[in-house]
T-cell receptor
Framework: KAGVTQTPRYLIKTRGQQVTLSCSPI?????VSWYQQTPGQGLQFLFE???????NKGNFPGRFSGRQFSNSRSEMNVSTLELGDSALYLC??????????????FGNGTRLTVT | GESVGLHLPTLSVQEGDNSIINCAYS??????FIWYKQESGKGPQFIID?????DKRQGQRVTVLLNKTVKHLSLQIAATQPGDSAVYFC?????????????FGSGTQLTVLP
């Protein structure tokens, strides 16, 4: 069974631009979560989607948004990029978001560098 | 908000020895805990989990201990191997019903010495 796939692996953008990251969950998984990982802040929760609906959101500004498609694939978008948005963005999927029965499985992330 | 923290940022052990990685959590409402391993250039990999109604759970070469009294979690790795070198994160899980999210600790870098 293929794991969580994130594309692209690396991105370089300039301040003010916007970026879209893509995530394909494990087949059959309906919940997709996004996390930001930086050396200073560690792993921080961005949001979680289930059946095309955002169920939970972390403490990030509105420049960070996401969506989920009917095939459970998900995208996240960051608008008006800032230098501080440079990070590894991780996508994780689970069967239904209920961690008791389905732990999160992470992809290898997209490394975003903002210059 | 409350957060999960780790006692030691780095840990070096000899190959073959046992490793113990510690984690303190602060949210008494957390009822599910997970350990992840992250190797360089990869995403976190699930190792083992434990629910709050348990105090010990064993996997292959790994054991997780949970002490709810002092809000402490530990990961024990038996006969540590070079492939165990990685950053280890504990994470706590809480939230109503399906709206769960993970809060991660800051991570411990485990280095296995030859």
């Amino acid at each position: 069974k293929a794991g969580v796939t994130q594309t692209p692996r690396y991105l370089i953008k300039t301040r003010g631009q916007q970026v879209t990251l893509s995530c394909s969950p494990i087949s059959g998984h309906r919940s997709v979560s996004w996390y930001q990982q930086t050396p200073g802040q560690g792993l921080q929760f961005l949001f979680e989607y289930f059946s095309e609906t955002q169920r939970n959101k972390g403490n990030f500004p509105g420049r960070f948004s996401g969506r989920q498609f009917s095939n459970s694939r998900s995208e996240m978008n960051v608008s008006t990029l800032e230098l501080g948005d440079s990070a590894l963005y991780l996508c994780a999927s689970s069967l239904n978001g209920d961690s008791y029965n389905s732990p999160l499985h992470f992809g290898n992330g997209t490394r975003l560098t903002v210059t | 908000g409350e957060s999960v923290g780790l006692h030691l940022p780095t840990l070096s052990v000899q190959e073959g020895d046992n490793s113990i990685i510690n984690c303190a959590y602060s949210n008494s409402a957390s009822d599910y805990f997970i350990w992840y391993k992250q190797e360089s250039g990869k995403g976190p990999q699930f190792i083992i989990d434990i629910r709050s109604n348990m105090d010990k759970r064993q996997g292959q070469r790994v054991t997780v201990l949970l002490n709810k009294t002092v809000k402490h979690l530990s990961l024990q790795i038996a006969a540590t191997q070079p492939g165990d070198s990685a950053v280890y994160f504990c994470a706590e899980n809480y939230g109503p019903g399906s709206a769960r999210q993970l809060t991660f600790g800051s991570g411990t870098q485990l280095t296995v010495l030859p």
